[in-house]
């Protein structure tokens, strides 16, 4: 929003609300608007703390902290960064998968855009349209793949909103300068066409034809609004996720979350699982139920981190196995796409099986030697005791990572997984999971392996090094920079990826890995290390109040 337009009561980037101080109030006209006491920021993050814990549901606490960003967002982030364990579960993964569920019947306020296709030749004007001038970061989804919860229309706007409130309370980007977008085509979900209340566009989704059309008509108005923003794209069918990846990531700033950013952050509990369990990854025979763009993100991350530790590509594409609804991914199987096919195995590798048919999970774990069992299916309850008692009787720690989202779809409940296991699973879930407990010690909390701890530290390496592209190299600097942090290499009884307290200065740590690597691939102009530590601090916003209203 313009600086000099509006009230500064109104204005969520600049008010102060109770806060403005006495002389602020004369000087921008707000005398007698104010009831008389002038408050800390300090005090307005207890009192809103208090409204929020009074509220009956974790819905309506979402719902609360959605109506403060929109009232005060300095004040919302001042919020969430007193207590981030707290709030990340309200303003992020599970709430938000019931906020996108139930988006227009808690509609409150616009936020961003909504690019609709009934509006296909406006793009350009919808854009220019935005409230803000200065673009850092883009999310943007179809909300045909929300979470586990698959189409919610133009409910997926929930996401992209969730995403940047992240990348400025973790990664530090200017809230003034991120813009959640929502690319309405459509929805294919019955409840939400037969809803009065649906707010979308009521109709079924549009062919591929038309829907590429139009993804390329979008991308080509950011290319001329925007031409430096960072373009993420989020929660993405599996059929368009990879093939618009493809098409856009040599062209643009672009990554997709789901896919890489999945990958970068498994690949970094990972480090930490494989050297607790003291058997290097190159080592480990690893299975991956789920075929989905996540699933295969990450199987090809792991794959190219096997190489990296000294084995031939064959070598090690003969230690993933991925398997999905169908069953394990053959050769012979005729319904993979490209990314599938290059993890299928040879039908010969299980002949010896005597499995009528593909070979499901329990199947692979019954013959293959696992030492990592990851999931990505939404198939909850998946890795059942049956499963995981037949790995742990084969190796001593088993890594076993549910990593479906939201919670109620993940494949196994992290106090199940240290049951069945006598306490040696090594364990990361997708979504937040209560701790372990322990007779002889503390409580052990279980890691959340979620893109969280990678795209804001994306956002803020590549806006403080003004990279042009997001490169291979780049995930894979911001897994070792993650892997490098992991609490359990120095205490195999701590979790495998650092307490979100401590996630703001891990960012930075990753953001500087990343800008680095981003100046090394010749994607970020030539700077020094010190150049580029400076550059992430500087960009770095806090949520605090300048000395007047009017920053
Ligand atoms: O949003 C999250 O919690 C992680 C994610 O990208 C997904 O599940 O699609
Ligand atoms: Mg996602």
């Known amino acids: ?181 929502l690319l309405d085509v459509g929805t294919d979900n019955p409840t939400l066409l037969d809803d009065p209340f649906y707010l979308g566009w009521r109709h079924h989704r549009i062919d591929d034809d038309a829907y590429l059309a139009f993804v390329d008509a979008f991308v080509a108005a950011v290319q001329d609004e925007l031409p430096d923003v960072l373009l993420q794209w989020e929660d993405f069918a599996t059929p368009h996720a990879h093939p618009i990846l493809e098409r856009y990531r040599d062209r643009l700033l672009t990554f997709n979350d789901d896919i890489q950013g999945t990958a970068a952050v498994a690949l970094g509990a990972l480090r930490g699982a494989t050297e607790v369990a003291g058997v290097p990854l190159r080592d480990q025979q690893v299975v991956m139920l789920g075929a989905g763009s996540a699933g295969i993100g990450v199987m090809e991350m792991v794959r190219q981190e096997m190489v990296d530790q000294g084995l031939s590509p064959d070598e090690a594409r003969a230690r993933c196995w991925v398997v999905d609804v169908r069953g394990l991914l053959t050769g012979d199987r005729d319904d993979l796409s490209d990314a599938q096919r290059a993890f299928a195995r040879d039908p010969a590798d299980v002949a010896g099986w005597g499995v009528e048919g593909l070979p499901g999970l329990a199947d692979v774990v019954a013959h293959v030697t696992v030492g990592v069992l990851l999931g990505l299916s939404t198939a909850q309850g998946a890795f059942t005791e049956d499963i995981v008692r037949t790995m742990a009787g084969r190796v001593d720690r088993p890594i076993v990572f549910p990593l479906s989202n939201p919670t109620e779809n993940a494949e196994a409940r992290p106090a199940d997984l240290d049951a069945w296991t006598g306490g040696r699973a090594l364990i990361a879930t997708g979504s937040p999971f209560p701790p372990l407990h322990r007779e002889d010690g503390p409580d052990i909390p279980v890691a959340q392996c979620n893109n969280v701890y990678i795209f804001p530290a994306v956002g803020l390496a590549v806006t403080a090094a003004r990279a ?68 992430v601090r500087r960009t770095r916003w806090e949520p605090t109040y300048g000395a007047d209203g009017s920053a």
């Open 468 to 535: 042009t592209r997001v490169t291979d190299g780049m995930m894979r600097a911001a897994a070792g920079a993650l892997g490098d942090a992991s609490p359990a290499l120095s205490d195999p009884r701590a979790p495998l990826l650092p307490r979100w307290a401590d996630v703001r200065d891990v960012a930075d740590d990753i953001a500087l890995a990343v800008a680095r690597r981003a100046v090394a691939d010749g994607v970020a102009p030539a700077a020094s290390d010190e150049d580029l530590r400076a550059a």
């Open 1 to 181: 929003m313009d600086e000099d337009t509006g009230h500064a009561l109104d204005d969520p980037l600049r008010t102060k609300g109770t806060s403005f101080t006495h002389e602020e109030r004369r000087r921008l006209g707000l005398l007698g608007l104010l009831p008389h006491a002038v408050t800390t920021l300090d005090e307005q993050v207890r009192r809103s703390w208090g409204e929020v814990r009074r509220q009956a549901t974790d819905l309506d606490r979402y719902i609360y902290l959605r109506a403060l960003q929109d009232r005060n967002e300095r004040l919302f982030y001042a919020v969430l960064a007193a207590d981030v364990p707290t709030a990340l579960p309200l303003v992020y993964t599970p709430t938000v998968a019931e906020g996108c569920r139930r988006f227009s019947e808690i509609w409150r306020r616009p936020r961003g855009l909504y690019l609709s296709w009934p509006d296909r030749d406006h793009l350009a004007e919808a854009l220019r349209n935005r409230r803000q001038r200065e673009v850092d970061v883009i999310v943007v989804t179809d909300g045909q793949r929300i979470l586990g919860i698959g189409d919610q229309g133009v409910g997926g706007m929930g996401i992209p909103v969730g995403k940047l409130s992240l990348y400025t309370l973790i990664g530090g980007i200017d809230p003034a300068r991120t813009l959640p977008i």
